[in-house]
């Protein structure tokens, strides 16, 4: 494998602009948030009135914003001078200025009755824009960002009747979803390519089955480390569940970028070193990385055919060698 510092390219394929293309992958996208409620009416559904819950949401939003960057500098800030990462582009302002304003958002569409996937296509550029500027520079500084994000939408969600938090927690989830994952990245590179490519067919095809393979991975994974638990508790309470299968989802969109971009950099730039940042802080033993890489490869071989999975193979070997018992000794 190449050095970490020198991105692997494999041959170009051929690319070209196309609206469709972007189009259809972001559709495509959206189209989880539908699969995945039961109804619209159970979305919907409140029992003290969803105004009520969104002015509980806004009244506390200013004070908890401030809370949640308390317990995101106290429980990564070592990891700046560990990681010799430059204070500069830790502006607790602006990222906390940048939370505010996308929750701010996001309770506005909520107070409309507006549905999750309504708010994606509302917020969605604006997350991917603070994403792009926060990675900029050094991508490890997504991980204060996203745990910043992370806090304030725990402590929110604490703050209103237990009935509600499943019908906010899906809205939260949007913000999640552009935040953690490279979705403006893979829709950027899914631009370039001819509507009928087979580079781009085959991520449309694992696409909509992602979330599915994230739940699945998580089952698994519990089951196998019953006794294990992280930073945040065992494996198989809520909120670290929830966590478990949105960094499943995040590493196939890491994947689908690979892929589309035909480049391991997006795994080697962003997605390695903030692992390294994040998951000893959070208590994240690198077997269960692993164990998931390789759940993740058993679940993809079964979906694609041998022609698809080749387009897929390289940057799934490179991922486990990336984080391999060589790189990384631990276990449990």
Same mark, same amino acid.
Request: proline share 4%; charged share 35%.
């Given at each position: 494998m190449q050095p970490l510092n020198s991105p692997l390219r494999l041959p170009e394929a051929e690319k070209k602009s196309t609206d469709a293309s972007i189009v259809n992958f972001a559709q495509a996208w959206a189209k989880k948030y539908v699969q995945n409620l039961e109804s619209e009416d159970n979305i919907l559904a409140i029992k003290i009135g969803r105004s009520q819950v969104a002015k509980i949401l806004q009244e506390s939003?200013?004070?908890?914003?401030? %809370? /949640?960057?308390?317990?995101? !500098?106290?429980?990564?800030?070592?990891?700046?001078?560990?990681?010799?990462?430059?204070?500069?582009?830790? %502006?607790?302002?602006?990222?906390? !200025? %940048?939370?505010?304003?996308?929750? !701010?958002?996001?309770?506005?569409?909520? /107070?409309k009755q507006a549905s999750p996937q309504r708010l994606a296509i509302v917020i969605g550029s604006d997350v991917g824009g603070i994403r792009k500027k926060y990675t900029a520079e050094d991508p490890r500084i997504i991980g204060f960002v996203s745990m910043q994000f992370h806090y304030t939408g725990q402590i929110l969600l604490s703050n209103i009747p237990e009935s509600e938090r499943d019908s906010v927690r899906q809205y939260f989830k949007v913000i999640d979803d552009h935040l953690y994952m490279p979705l403006q990245r893979a829709y950027d590179a899914a631009a370039n390519y001819d509507f009928d490519s087979p580079i781009l067919a085959v991520v449309q095809k694992l696409l909509p089955l992602s979330r599915e393979i994230a739940i699945r991975i998580c089952e698994r994974v519990i089951t196998l480390y019953s006794n294990y638990a992280t930073y945040s508790g065992n494996l198989s309470e809520p909120v670290v569940k929830i966590a478990t299968i949105r960094d499943v989802e995040m590493f196939q969109v890491y994947l689908w970028v690979c892929v589309l971009e035909q480049s391991i950099a997006a795994v080697q730039q962003e997605l390695f070193p903030l692992a390294v940042m994040l998951y000893p802080t959070l208590k994240v033993r690198w077997e269960l990385v692993r164990q998931m890489i390789h759940l993740l490869k058993v679940e993809i071989k079964s979906c694609l055919g041998p022609k698809e999975l080749s387009i897929f193979a390289p940057y799934l070997e490179v991922l486990w060698e990336m984080f391999s018992p060589e790189i990384f000794p631990d276990t449990l």
């Open positions: 939003l200013r004070s908890t914003s401030l %809370d /949640a960057w308390y317990k995101t !500098e106290r429980l990564i800030s070592k990891e700046m001078k560990r990681h010799q990462i430059n204070p500069r582009l830790v %502006d607790p302002w602006h990222i906390t !200025e %940048d939370s505010f304003r996308v929750f !701010e958002k996001v309770i506005e569409v909520y /107070a």
